[in-house]
């Protein structure tokens, strides 16, 4: 098969929806016109559909995503760009109050097919205000679906699932993954919202991902492998809807889960995922107590070692699931209780 | 304070045991009741459990070691103990002959023991759910190196293979041991069809009495009777001498889970009927609950063996080393019979005796067995007047 780019997906999947549907999907965004956006994303795109349809906007996030919900109302299907997912907090009124709230609120009158793709997480040197995962800001907030894909596969997929969404999709791409190389058809294809997948099959222990954690994880589950521990790992793909059915199913197997983020690891979707699975039938077959891997709860450092240092890392999940197999775990909750 | 652990004294005349096996060792993590050290006694290979829950801080004997009864053998530490209440055992090799003395003072202090519940077990829930699902008692789940109970911990066994290996349990040890030693004695079974239709009606007017009555006993009682004239079947032989005793002691083979044991009936003459009902059930009753003492198990002549209810046709029993005679009571059926040349429906059973032929020799074992027949089958009543 084909093999392209996650940030090649995305263009594909973007392009291929503004061709299909010239009346009603647009982008806009900060310098994704005539320099091609932040990450070059939209390169070429100006030439092509012309700057009505690729837009341009000042720099206030909260007006153009305003403009955004205003379009979306009137039946169009716009695309966001926020330049760096640090920056939705100026957009953040339209989206909680007004995209996430006014299909409910008209009684299902009005529809909300609005995308705001955002560029997300640390690993570029790009310091403490362009660095951040959001998705746990995000995830407390009702009647907006949240999208983290890991691969360039579900990049396009999801994206063109998204863009015929009609409600608001937050779409989190990760900054490091846009030069991640994978098998992509050239035939059209979507990959659902609200779908996990199990990516790699093992018996040992669940490892539960989002985003380059799943490229992470399955590259310890590489090392793991070689030592005789063998990992099951769930690529959530989509935060909001949460389908945590396999990772229930996984975890009634492998009797051991690790959930593994990028985001600051208190409030994140690592203790809704082991509230949720605590709350299941899984809770009898655990075998060792739930973990969470995540960042540190510190605004990511501008030097790329201490950055480094904040996040999880392949060896820190290869580690992390040793002491959960191994049964070290133990030590570490008697000595903190 | 750390709990002492020493010597039992597992039968009346135990002096001195020797380890067989430690079960543990120093470091490990060991459990209220789990076996610590295997002991061996003239007569038994018995589990020392341990009284406490905690660490086997000192082992203070070694494996073959004689030991006599009430010495410190083992220190165990509880999560309580403080390095100083510790510290005087960390020399406690040398000063083994006086913690022999400690001991008798630790003993009287010691105080109500400590019921650990299962919920103070560190367990994971899927542990709980397999305990749950299959029975199994937590308190005695094996754990892992951590000390605490898994799901993993108590499936090791089953996973880690399609072969098993088996725990050979200290009283198949034992069996074992006899069985063998069994096998050189040079013994002979004689069989004998017996009727059995008196023994029979005998039984179930006794039931009808409301006594709590079986075959089993009511054939013990018989056999105390013919052993009157036949005292060499009272005598124990050690291999160079013949003791004969004035007691009459009849083993009962009883199965239990964890193998086969022989409590005896002691002075079974002495005993009315009634008596030696109750004495019977409750001797099969303690050794299915494993509470058998050592004496309980001493001093038997000839043992019962009766597998009639597994609808046995016949079969030859294996002596007890020591004792002169077995006896193998099979099932009950009915039977064509011819009697005066008229044919009749009888209940029969074979009852076959097996003797050690050094002792025993085959006309006196067959005037014996005769004997028996006659009693059972015509002067029952003359035993239970």
């Known amino acids: 098969m084909r093999v392209i780019t996650y940030k090649e997906a995305l263009r594909e999947a973007i392009i291929e929806k503004m061709r299909e549907d010239d ?81 409910f609120m008209t009684g299902g009158q009005l529809k909300m097919p609005l995308v705001v793709r955002a560029p997300q997480g640390s690993g570029a040197g790009a310091a403490a205000q362009h660095s951040q995962n959001i998705e746990a800001w995000l995830l407390n907030i009702p009647g907006i679906k949240i999208v983290v894909p890991s691969n360039p596969y579900d990049a396009k997929g999801l994206l063109k699932s998204s863009i015929e969404d009609d409600n608001t999709v937050i779409f989190l791409e990760h900054k490091l993954l846009y030069s991640m190389k994978g098998e992509v058809p050239e035939e059209d294809y979507r990959v659902p919202l609200g779908k996990s ?11 539960v991902a989002t985003s380059i954690m799943v490229k992470r994880s399955l590259e310890a589950a590489e090392i793991l492998g070689k030592e005789g521990i063998q990992v099951e790992i769930i690529d959530l793909r989509t935060l909001k809807p ?90 570490r909750i008697s000595r903190d209780a | 304070m750390p709990e002492l652990v020493e010597m039992p004294k597992l039968g009346m005349t135990m002096e001195v045991g020797t380890i067989v096996k430690w079960c543990k060792k120093e470091g490990d993590f060991i459990n209220e009741g789990e076996p610590l050290i295997e002991v061996m006694t003239d007569k038994v290979v018995m589990d020392v459990e341990s009284p406490a829950t905690g660490i086997v801080y000192k082992v203070l004997a070694k494996e073959g070691e004689e030991i006599e009864v009430g010495k410190v053998i083992a220190v165990i530490k509880l ?40 919920t103070e077990i560190p367990t994971t829930p899927f542990a709980r759910y397999i305990a749950s699902k299959e029975r199994i008692d937590l308190e005695k789940a094996p754990r892992n190196t951590n000390g605490i109970v898994t799901g993993e911990s108590i499936n090791k066994i089953k996973i880690t293979s399609d072969k098993e290996e088996i725990p050979f349990l200290p009283m198949q040890k034992v069996m074992a041991e006899k069985m063998t030693e069994s096998g050189k004695i040079p013994q002979f079974t004689l069989y004998y069809d017996i009727g059995a239709d008196n023994l ?30 036949f005292p060499i079947f009272c005598s124990n032989f050690d291999g160079e001498k013949i003791i004969r005793s004035a007691h009459k002691n009849i083993g009962i083979a009883v199965q239990t889970k964890k193998g086969l044991v022989v409590p005896v009936i002691k002075d079974v ?88 032929h ?13 004997s028996l027949k006659e009693t059972i089958e015509a002067k029952i009543s003359e035993v239970f007047k």
Not at chain 1, 66 to 71: E, Y
Not at chain 1, 279 to 296: C, K, M, N, T, V
């Open chain 1, 197 to 207: 997948k199990v990516v790699r099959s093992g018996k040992d222990a669940t490892i």
């Open chain 2, 200 to 229: 029979i009606n005998l039984n179930n007017q006794f039931k009808k009495e409301n006594l709590k009555s079986s075959i089993t006993p009511i054939l013990i009682k018989i056999l105390a009777r013919v052993m009157d004239s």
């Open chain 2, 79 to 118: 999560t309580t103990d403080s390095k100083e209440e510790l510290a005087k055992f960390n020399t406690a090799k040398e000063r083994k002959k006086e913690l022999g003395t400690e001991v008798e003072k630790e003993v009287t202090k010691k105080t109500n023991k400590k019921n650990i519940s299962t």
């Open chain 1, 242 to 331: 949460l389908d945590l059915s396999p990772v229930i199913e996984s975890v009634k197997k492998t009797h051991r889960l690790l959930v593994v983020y990028e985001g600051c690891i208190t409030g994140g979707i690592g203790g809704e995922v082991i509230s949720q699975v605590a709350e299941s039938e899984a809770f009898l077959y655990l075998d060792a107590p739930p973990f969470r891997l995540g960042g540190l709860d510190v605004p990511i450092a501008y030097n790329l070692n201490l950055e480094r240092k904040t996040t999880p890392q392949t060896e820190d999940i290869v580690s992390k699931v040793k002491e959960i197999v191994g049964g070290d775990w133990y030590a």
């Open chain 2, 358 to 370: 050094r002792v025993v020799d085959g006309v006196t074992a067959a005037q014996f067995m005769q």
């Open chain 2, 269 to 356: 003459d002495s005993l009315s009927t009634k008596e030696l009902f109750t004495k019977f059930n409750m001797l099969t009753q303690n050794a299915k609950d494993e509470k058998l003492t050592l004496s309980d198990m001493e001093e038997g002549t000839i043992t019962i063996s009766n597998l009639g209810m597994f609808g046995v046709s016949y079969f030859r029993p294996l002596l007890i080393p020591g004792q002169t005679a077995i006896i193998a009571i099979s099932t009950i059926q009915e039977k064509l019979v011819l009697i005066n040349s008229g044919i009749f429906i009888r209940k029969m059973m074979n009852i076959a005796i097996s003797c050690d």
């Open chain 1, 23 to 103: 009346e009603n999907v647009f982008m806009m965004g900060e310098d994704i016109g005539v320099y091609g956006g932040a990450f070059g994303l939209s390169l070429g795109m100006l030439e092509e559909f012309g700057p009505e349809r690729i837009l341009d906007t000042p720099m206030s996030e909260a007006s153009f995503v305003g403009v955004g919900v205003g379009a979306a109302i009137m039946g169009m299907r716009p695309i966001v760009e926020i330049m760096f997912s640090d920056f939705l907090t100026f957009g953040a009124d339209q989206i909680i109050n007004q995209a996430a709230k006014l299909r």
